[in-house]
């Protein structure tokens, strides 16, 4: 069965970076890609950008261009999202999912909090 | 102010028919582009509820249907339940911003 299983619950100061790693397991990792969507505290979602695992190339939401770095090793079958230069609005709980397109399996979630 | 535009609420009572719209515009569904459909129980992770404008994954209940037309998609639930309660968000892919959007996300409440 497909699992996502990510990283635990950082906390960070402001202008700080976070990485959030997501494993996955149960199906060929390079069949598809991945994206990355995080949700504010009482918020909607909201996309960040999405990494072809086959090839590493990356497509980045407008948004958060310069500031994330999306990766993946396919050796560990484990992606990555490096968000920089944190700030208090980053505070949010970070989803990576499996994209053919929509999002058909999600991680369970990476609490970030950005507090000084 | 999101791309995909959604109602904030939508109510309905036990075994009504609810439907919650998606408008988009002539750079996302009016380009051709899927919708796709979320349900967010309180508290959970969100969860694929129907991919490519009308299609159901496996293990969700037929009550749940998608369609598209022109500019606008709808999510209609008939037979509500009160374990339908929750967040539901549309996503598509915009070609002006080269990128995956969602709606703002409609809060469903069974009276």
């Known amino acids: 069965q497909v699992q996502l299983v990510q990283s635990a619950a950082e906390v960070k100061k402001p202008g700080a970076s976070v990485k959030v790693s997501c494993k996955a397991s149960?199906?060929?990792?390079?069949?598809?890609?991945f994206s990355w969507v995080r949700q504010a505290p009482g918020h909607g979602l909201e996309w960040m950008g999405w990494?072809?695992?086959?090839?590493?190339?990356?497509n980045y939401a407008q948004k958060f261009q310069g500031r994330v770095t999306m990766i993946t090793d396919t050796s560990t079958t484990t992606a990555y999202m490096e968000l920089r230069s944190l700030r208090s609005d980053d505070t949010a709980v970070y989803y990576c999912?499996?994209?053919?397109?929509?999002?058909?399996?999600w991680g369970q979630g990476t609490l970030v909090t950005v507090s000084s | 102010q999101s791309v995909l535009t959604q109602p904030p609420s939508v109510s309905g009572a036990p075994g009504q028919r609810v439907t919650i719209s998606c408008t988009g515009s002539?750079?996302?569904?009016?380009?051709?582009?899927?919708v796709h459909w979320y349900q967010q129980l309180p508290g959970k992770v969100p969860k694929l509820l129907i991919y490519?404008?009308?299609n159901r994954p496996s293990g969700v209940p037929d009550r749940f249907s998608g369609s598209k037309s022109g500019t606008s998609a709808s999510l209609a639930i008939t037979g509500l339940q009160a374990e339908d309660e929750a967040d539901y968000y549309c996503q598509s892919y915009d070609s002006s911003l080269s990128g995956r959007v969602f709606g703002g996300g409609t809060k469903l409440t069974v009276l």
């Open positions: 002539s750079s996302n569904f009016g380009a051709g582009y899927d």
């Open positions: 990494i072809n695992t086959y090839n590493g190339n990356t």
């Open positions: 149960g199906y060929t990792f390079t069949s598809y890609g």
């Open positions: 999912a499996r994209d053919p397109n929509y999002f058909d399996y």
């Open positions: 490519s404008d009308n």
